[in-house]
């Protein structure tokens, strides 16, 4: 078998991968911080007015990215807690709960950011059409995770109980990004999608696509800032984390 | 088998069940899940009579009557119409040609009575100097036609 050029592997293990962490987030944390300057300045100076909802638009550049951000961490967890039942590791269980709370966050914001856009533009704060309450779902399943994890005082338990809300729960992500193509929704169908043109102008566009890299490089910088959290916390009798130079003071 | 695929085997399995009963249950709960019917469907008799429910479309160019606080316009989608009266205040994007959804009852002149009147917004963003030269290809497009 031939050598492969970086063994993963050696990564799954938390010891070598706390100081890869602590060596990558301050790298995201630049970039997620250099996007969003300049998706911001798009956004707010560059971007011109809708023609039929004059400024009120732009909530869409922290909206979509939101929405978005918050279905792909969803997939990313239950990515990481199928590794985690299939190959028994311990960080991938660490990696998911690094992830929830960033998730539900961004669910929450997608919601909130909808509702302020909703009132003046629909004339609701809030409907119970098939989107916006598969995106409710969406928030009450990371919450969900983040407190069933927390109930369960051995770590490894809680990992393998929340992998498996997280993997039943990944059937909601289709269900949020195709309900306005199966059914009647008030809201509106997708503006940028894989299979046509986006309609929208194109410095709106920019706009968005720059938040939504903004909100990744931030999700990875955080996910990681606190997975390291983690595994301080749950390593913390091992000789390692003793002999680690920041526990030398 | 080693234990690994064996574990990775039951998650594929356990997605894929999931997968088969989520489209089942959807598709049970299919006519509960629109949030609105169009005005093709309320003729087919598809909306529910005994109880109020939403119907969308596009408000019809030139329908839109206003007396006092109610309003009147015309519900389509470009095959059927339905007729709506609504009182209160309607919503900024609310205008003809534009999506709508009315929350109301059918009476039995046919005509519908909304007890609550949204705005549906496309998902078409640009400049309103592009939203003009869309127009005006629109209009030459209407006068070559002629």
């Given at each position: ?163 498996i ?35 929208m ?10 938040m ?12 990681l ?25 | ?42 003729a ?9 429910f ?73 400049p309103?100097?592009?939203k ?15």
């Open positions: 078998m031939s050598q492969p050029l970086i063994n993963w592997f050696k990564f799954a293990s938390p010891a070598s991968f706390y100081p890869l962490a602590g060596k990558l987030w301050p790298w995201f944390a630049a970039l997620a911080t250099a996007f969003a300057a300049a998706g911001l300045w798009i956004s707010f100076f560059v971007a011109p007015t809708d023609f039929q909802q004059g400024e009120g638009y732009r909530i869409i550049f922290i909206h979509v990215p939101a929405s978005w951000m918050s279905m792909f961490i969803y997939c990313v967890m239950a990515f990481w807690s199928a590794i985690g039942i299939g190959f028994n590791t311990r960080l991938s269980g660490m990696m998911s709960s690094a992830l929830a709370p960033t998730g539900a966050l961004f669910a929450f914001l997608s919601l909130w950011t909808g509702a302020l856009w909703g009132k003046p533009m629909w004339g609701a704060w809030w409907v119970w059409d098939a989107r916006l309450t598969s995106e409710l779902i969406l928030l009450f399943l990371y919450l969900g995770y983040i407190a069933l994890t927390a109930a369960i005082d051995d770590p490894r338990r809680a990992d393998k109980a929340g992998a809300v997280s993997l039943v729960g990944v059937i909601n992500v289709p269900i949020i990004y195709f309900s306005v193509k199966w059914w009647n929704t008030l809201h509106q169908g997708a503006s940028v999608s894989m299979t046509k043109a986006p309609t102008a194109a410095t709106m566009l920019w706009g968005m696509l720059l939504a890299l903004a909100f990744w490089m931030y999700s990875i910088a955080v996910a800032y606190r997975v390291r959290a983690i595994i301080l916390e749950r390593e913390r009798h091992a000789t390692w984390v003793a002999e680690l130079p920041e526990m030398q003071r | 088998m080693k234990a690994r695929h064996k574990r990775f085997a039951i998650v594929l399995g356990g997605l894929a069940a999931l997968g088969i009963a989520a489209t089942l249950i959807l598709n049970a709960f299919q006519s509960n899940l629109v949030f609105f019917f169009t005005p093709t469907q309320v087919n008799g598809e909306a529910p009579k005994d109880r109020a939403r119907i969308g479309g596009l408000v019809k160019e030139g329908s839109l009557q206003r007396t006092d606080i109610t309003a009147r316009f015309i519900v389509t989608d470009t095959a059927k119409e339905i007729p709506v009266a609504y009182t209160g205040i309607l919503p900024d994007l609310f205008s003809e040609g534009k999506g709508v959804v009315a929350q109301g009852a059918l009476g039995a002149d046919g005509k519908f009575t909304a007890t609550e009147v949204l705005a549906k917004h496309d998902e078409n963003y640009m309103p100097e592009a003009h030269a869309v127009d005006q290809a629109h209009e030459a497009a209407k006068t070559l036609k002629q």
